[in-house]
């Protein structure tokens, strides 16, 4: 977090309770991600919040799976949301919590509310339970089992826990008010009967408690001081209230504070969502580099620094907003430009020809890795009679201000020489297949002697020590800036951009290139930033195009403010 609280309310808010000495002074955070699909850019907004507040005040924020849900549930999103937060930049160090690890407990309160007669066992169809549930401008009907005694309820409740009935056959609800205004109190399901095998609890319980009884006692049991959540759950704060204090959890306790969740336009943040665009496979798992996940957006070469650059800049506001996706690769664009390590890579190769080098001849030249970061130093690039540029650089017929190669032109390879075109070599069909070119020897590493001045730096390889490699170039995978916002009768899959993987074969990179690790961060000079695909193998590197160079975001500002 930032040291001063800028445009982050709840920051300011736990600096006067800290000041005011609630809690002692403590301040106790949780991040409590279901373990139901990968974590998203959205996740990183709570991610960044609790743990970055916690360590502004000294305090500590827990990693708490709320696993209460076992038919949806699955050790390898917890192994993933446990990987996430790591790659981001946080640690919950002894402070890992399950709402699992609470079962016992909340079994145990449940039976007090029963014997208290707040709670009472249900045997409607999920379908009655919903239809007399009621609405926003109709109130609840009350269940006809609402005054089964406690003896009887409690026998059900134990008979629930046992496994002797059916999923569906009973709930257990809290004892409140059907007709209350806040439909969270309309008796709200506590317990529902899942026969799944959970992953931590095995076959213990076939019982499981819902996500609003779980979460304020675990919120409690935790000594959580600071409850943040999302927007949508403040008319779930006074049923946490109601729970609280029906078990007599003593004041002052937790207290919640809500925040906008993050939107981004052309992005989906919904694991449900995401979950069938994974299943349904129109992307190539979690990780594809077209995913909002955090695992997707590390493959496609986006920065931990550069998602929470963006997260503190987007700040902590109760109102929602839609973000624009362009400032998320503003600072993407920011860290790498840092960060990444220059090197050469050719797109689309067009060989040429060094006429007057001699044959079999190289040498290799000196590059430096990073203008940014002197820190990095210099590699050696070769350079030899046969080279690849990119077809994009040169033109038979150029108009004024193309300032590349052309017949009969100088231009300059960076950290090499001048080079002029002689002669351009086509196929029977006119394809242009070959540039002849001669050097000036006295230019070695750029600079002409004589002061003389060319227009044109272009990127280059030699061709015998270019290494193979394939572009997987990415678009938006939704069309919309809204991807939910579709025609009647579509869902959001009926948006995804059918352009969005498009794959470049016959790329060649400098050989220094032969050694990069999956997930490295590099800028292909004059192409933009690229990282290492996981699916690279000895002989054919993939890349992944993070992002282009030019910033389209503050051209987006300028636009807006001229
Ligand atoms: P989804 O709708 O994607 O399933 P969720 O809220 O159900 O998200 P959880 O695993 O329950 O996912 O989320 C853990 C925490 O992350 C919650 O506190 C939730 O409020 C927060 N969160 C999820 N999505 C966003 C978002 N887009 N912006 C801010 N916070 C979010
Ligand atoms: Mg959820």
Known sequence: M??????????????????????????????????????????????????????????????????????????????????????????????????????????????????????????????????????????????????????????????????????????????????????????????????????????KWHIYPMYDWAHGQSDALEGVTHSLCSIEFSDHNPLYEWFLDAVGVPKPRTAQTEFARLKITHTLLSKRKLIRLVEENHVSGWDDPRMPTLAGMRRRGYTPKAIRDFIERVGVDRRDSMVEYQLLEHFVRQDLNQTALRVMGVLDPLKVIITNYPEGEEEWLEAVNNPEDPTTGTRKIPFSRELYIDRADFMEDPPRKFFRLAPGREVRLMHGYYITCNDVVKDADGNVTELHCSYDPATKGGDSPDGRKVKGTLHWLSAKHAIDAQVRNYDHLFLSEDPNDVPEGQDFTDNINPASLTVMTGVKLEPSLATATPYSHYQLLRKGYFSIDPDSSADMLVLNQTIGLKDTWAKLQAKQKS
Not at 6 to 12: A, D, L, R, T, Y
Not at 51 to 74: I, M, Q, V, W, Y
Not at 81 to 108: C, M, P, T, V
Not at 119 to 127: H, I, K, L, W
Request: aromatic residues 10%; charged residues 30%.
């Open 2 to 203: 930032n040291e001063d609280a800028g445009n982050n309310f709840i920051q300011k808010l736990i600096e006067a309770d800290v000041a005011s000495g609630k809690h002692k002074g403590d301040v106790v955070t949780r991040f409590p991600p279901e373990p139901n699909g990968f974590l998203h850019i959205g996740h990183a907004k709570p991610i960044v919040l609790n743990f970055g507040l916690a360590k502004t005040f000294g305090g500590a924020c827990s990693l708490r799976f709320d696993d209460t849900n076992p038919s949806k549930e699955d050790d390898i999103y917890v192994e993933a949301i446990k990987r996430d937060i790591n790659w981001l930049g946080y640690d919950w160090g002894e402070r890992l919590f399950h709402a699992s690890d609470y079962f016992e407990q909340l079994y145990d309160w449940a039976v007090k509310l029963i014997k208290d007669s707040k709670a009472y066992v249900d045997s409607q169809t999920p379908e009655q339970i919903r239809e007399n549930r009621g609405t926003l401008t109709r109130p609840g009907v009350e269940s006809p089992y609402r005054n089964r005694t406690v003896e009887e309820n409690l026998e059900l409740f134990a008979r629930m826990k046992a496994g002797e009935f059916a999923e569906g056959e009973h709930v257990l609800r809290a004892k409140i008010d059907m007709s209350s205004g806040n439909i969270n109190f309309r008796d709200p399901v506590m317990y529902r009967i899942l026969h799944s095998r959970h992953q931590r609890t095995g076959d």
